[in-house]
């Protein structure tokens, strides 16, 4: 069996170099014999033909129930060998069958309405509050990061990335309504408010970032500029003078596309701006990885774009701008690892080692869907009227350097009559 095995993934693999055991003293070779070796073993050759006929489920739960271990390497490396192949896809056609099944009915997986929106979210985001405070940024942004420069610190580029998305959001004057929706642990709402000068209203399904946001507004001293509440965006009553939604898009799903963007039409004002920030993909619409899907973020799908303007454009809002990040969210990817990783035993502490294996594994497969699969994050600036944002791009460079002052303390960030 493992001669047809080898002869099946030889044609998968074919840079690089990967060994593979089945069982103890055999092992076989595939790729061209380049690069560091990456050596996996299986507890048997059946546990290797199930990952061959659904990889984008069995590979992570092998990795996690240990069947599959990396003997030389890393998961991350292994990973980054396979999908950094030109030809990657499922190696064998009943695995294309199961793809095909799991297209077919994308739409049913991802049908969120209010309850079910609400189980999503605490089965990912209402872990012990412990957990991400081991790996994040200090202010706990669970989002791309924005990577000024490349040695920049993960709490560098996560500063910058909420003074890109301030500049885009034109906080031009003191006393703005600003709606975040889905404002995780709060850190982008306080940053608006400290920095801008902002009124802003928080909204997540997550009962462990509703307490953690509003106890942070509070130490601050920031009630009643800035609020949090446990509510649906669907609820929500406006109007604002700005939105912003960083990392929930994410987790509205297909369905639902029309009424969201319908419902930041209805909260926006008529001279207002809206900037959505959320991971996306640069090929065709396809669906979401099994393994993710089932262990991390049930009910979640990363868009292409061409799902996502055209429900734009059914609501009446207007695109005015559009910036991709490509490889941002792997450095960030890259950088949590690292820091979950070298905190392990911390996290062994809440949970075991089955789940360290899971989150090991979502974060390595992420990080390289990022770098060799084609998943980006878009940027996308709207408003209800051609008006309300500037003619060109030249005014994000000179925002961003006037919050930067006002970060340090030194004068406001808009600017004031006669300037």
């Known amino acids: 069996m493992d001669r047809w095995l080898k002869r099946v993934l030889s044609r998968l693999v074919r840079e690089g170099t990967l060994r593979i055991s089945t069982r103890p003293g055999r092992r076989f070779e595939i790729g061209d014999g380049t690069g560091e070796p990456v050596e996996v073993a299986f507890k048997s050759p059946m546990t290797l033909l199930s990952v061959m006929i659904n990889p984008e489920l069995k590979l992570g739960e092998c990795y996690m129930d240990g069947s599959m271990r990396i003997e030389r390497g890393s998961i991350a490396d292994f990973l980054d060998l396979l999908l950094s192949q030109p030809l990657a896809k499922t190696p064998l056609a009943i695995g294309w069958a199961i793809d095909?099944?799991?297209?077919?009915?994308?739409?049913?997986?991802?049908f969120n309405?209010?309850?079910?929106?609400?189980r999503n979210v605490a089965h990912h985001y209402d872990l012990d509050g412990r957990l991400y405070s081991l790996f994040l940024d200090s202010d706990q942004q669970y989002s791309c990061a924005y990577f000024e420069q490349p040695d920049a610190s993960l709490d560098d580029a996560q500063l910058a990335k909420k003074r890109h998305l301030a500049a885009k959001l034109l906080m031009d004057r003191p006393g703005l309504s600003v709606l975040d929706v889905g404002s995780g642990w709060g850190g982008l709402a306080i940053y608006l408010a400290e920095v801008t000068g902002a009124r802003v209203l928080g909204v997540t399904l997550s009962e462990e970032q509703f307490a953690k946001a509003t106890n942070?507004?509070?130490?601050k001293r920031l009630d009643p500029r800035v609020r949090f509440k446990l509510e649906d965006y669907r609820d929500v009553r406006g109007p604002f003078d700005r939105i912003v939604s960083v990392g929930m898009f994410e987790h509205v799903g297909i369905t639902h596309y029309d009424g969201y963007f319908r419902k930041i039409a209805e909260l926006l004002k008529e001279d207002g701006v809206a900037v959505i920030h959320s991971i996306g993909r640069s090929g065709p619409p396809t669906t979401t990885a099994r393994f993710i899907s089932k262990y991390i973020f049930p009910g979640g799908y990363i868009p292409a774009l061409s799902e996502v303007l055209p429900?734009?454009?059914?609501?009446?809002?207007?695109?005015t701008d559009?910036?991709?990040l490509r490889l941002h969210y792997a450095e960030t990817l890259k950088a949590w690892r690292a820091r979950f990783?070298?905190?392990?035993e911390e996290v062994l502490r809440l949970y075991d080692e089955k789940f360290?294996?899971?989150?090991?594994?979502?974060?390595?497969?992420?990080?390289?869907?990022?770098?060799?699969?084609g998943l980006m994050v878009f940027q996308i600036q709207l408003a209800r009227n051609q008006k309300a944002a500037p003619l060109t791009r030249d005014y994000i460079g000179p925002a961003e350097e006037r919050l930067r002052i006002a970060e340090r303390g030194q004068r406001a960030p808009f600017r004031l009559a006669g300037e």
């Open 341 to 344: 990783l070298a905190r392990k």
């Open 356 to 373: 360290v294996r899971m989150w090991e594994f979502y974060l390595a497969a992420s990080e390289m869907s990022f770098r060799h699969r």
């Open 113 to 118: 309405p209010r309850g079910r929106s609400r």
């Open 100 to 110: 095909a099944y799991h297209y077919v009915f994308r739409r049913l997986a991802q």
């Open 322 to 324: 559009v910036e991709i």
């Open 216 to 219: 942070r507004a509070q130490e």
């Open 311 to 319: 429900a734009i454009q059914r609501s009446g809002l207007i695109v």
